[in-house]
């Protein structure tokens, strides 16, 4: 079956201007994580959401950033008054309902994010 | 913050040969996961021991998990050019909370 998808794979703006990111998770996944990963690091946690309700934001990095989710499907990042620092792939992961979330996690291909 | 912190950053072996990566981490995990990335890109899941268990094997992949030391392993055995990619160790606490290393860069070379 399909995959976790996210759009665009790649977006280059100008710093200051708002960019959206789109996760279309898994069918039927109940639970949706952003993570964000600069070039050469690791992933940094942003944001869980357990059907549209968001428990744990406390990755947010800056009131810049925000997310929300319609139902069980898609959920959008959005960054505001983007800044050079916001420059990273934006990777999102869906998990099935009856795990528990720290189970295995579904990836997408991420956005690549370039703030000129 | 990150949790878990992979060793060596980097490695380089010959096709045929094994692989070992290795990751430390700081507190009490319900278990512990390993995630292969393919330029800069998705992560694919690859097994996932928990805390209870000690060793793991899936097809060439042997994982295993230290609780007192607070450390875990990935072996790879007989390595193709194919497994070429960065490995990244994820730690899970409670029933949230996945923090991931910053990774190895595996290259192996034809």
């Known amino acids: 079956g399909a995959g976790v998808s996210q759009s665009p794979s790649n977006k280059v703006t100008e710093k200051g201007k708002d960019v959206e990111l789109r996760c279309d998770p898994i069918s039927g996944h109940t639970a949706l994580y952003w993570y964000r990963q600069r070039l050469g690091q690791g992933l940094e946690f942003l944001i869980y959401?357990?059907?549209?309700?968001?428990?744990?934001k406390s990755g947010l990095p800056s009131d810049r950033f925000s997310a929300e989710r319609t139902g069980e499907s898609v959920s959008t990042l959005t960054i505001q008054r983007t800044q050079q620092e916001d420059s990273a792939v934006y990777l999102c992961?869906?998990?099935?309902?009856?795990?528990?979330?720290?189970?295995?996690?579904?990836f997408g291909p991420g956005t690549r994010l370039t703030v000129l | 913050s990150q949790q878990g912190e992979e060793d060596p950053q980097a490695l380089s072996i010959q096709e045929g040969e094994n692989a070992t990566m290795n990751c430390s981490y700081k507190t009490s995990i319900n278990n512990l996961q390993w995630y292969r990335q393919n330029s800069g890109r998705g992560l694919v899941h690859l097994i996932l021991?928990?805390?209870?268990?000690r060793e793991k094997h899936s097809g060439r992949l042997r994982v295993t998990l230290d609780t007192s030391k607070k450390s875990s392993s990935l072996l790879i055995t007989a390595s193709r050019a194919a497994d070429t990619a960065s490995y990244f160790c994820?730690?899970?606490?409670?029933?949230?909370?996945?923090?991931f290393g910053a990774g190895t860069r595996l290259t192996v070379k034809p």
């Open positions: 021991i928990r805390s209870n268990e």
């Open positions: 992961a869906s998990s099935p309902p009856g795990l528990a979330v720290t189970d295995t996690q579904y």
């Open positions: 994820a730690t899970a606490r409670g029933t949230t909370d996945m923090r």
């Open positions: 959401f357990q059907g549209n309700s968001a428990p744990d």
